[in-house]
């Protein structure tokens, strides 16, 4: 099992940026996967980015191409997300996840085996 700790969340001010880190360690080996979700109050858990694991491809949710950019170190076991020009509609808990199925790189949150406490990011106006 993976474990995954996610840390970097807080309050910004809109057009703010904000980065996201996730640790992650135990049996790593078999991740080919990872990802960032959101969930906002009152609302689902959706998808943000995933990055498949060792060859860097990334996918993107529509609403955050252009702005968020999900990276990862593979020798720290890291992910991140670097989000930038911050709306007050991106304010949420970020959770970070792991997967050792291919197809998570698509986003489906049935796909990921692992996932941290959250992290709180909220966007002021």
């Known amino acids: 099992q993976v474990q995954v700790v996610e840390s970097g969340g807080g309050l910004v001010q809109a057009g703010g940026s904000l980065r996201l880190s996730c640790a992650a360690s135990?049996?790593?080996?078999?991740?080919?996967?990872m990802g960032w979700f959101r969930q906002a109050p009152g609302k689902e858990r959706e998808f943000a980015a995933t990055?498949?694991?060792?060859?860097?491809?990334?996918h993107y949710q529509d609403s955050v191409k252009g702005r968020f950019t999900i990276s990862r170190d593979i020798a720290k076991n890291t992910m991140y997300l670097q989000m930038n020009s911050l709306k007050p509609e991106d304010t949420a808990v970020y959770y970070c996840?792991?997967?050792?199925?291919?197809?998570?790189?698509?986003?489906?949150?049935?796909?990921?085996?692992?996932w941290g406490q959250g992290t709180q990011v909220t966007v002021s106006s």
């Open positions: 996840a792991a997967s050792t199925a291919l197809m998570a790189s698509y986003g489906g949150t049935s796909f990921f085996d692992s």
């Open positions: 135990g049996r790593t080996d078999g991740t080919e996967v």
């Open positions: 990055i498949h694991w060792s060859s860097g491809y990334t």
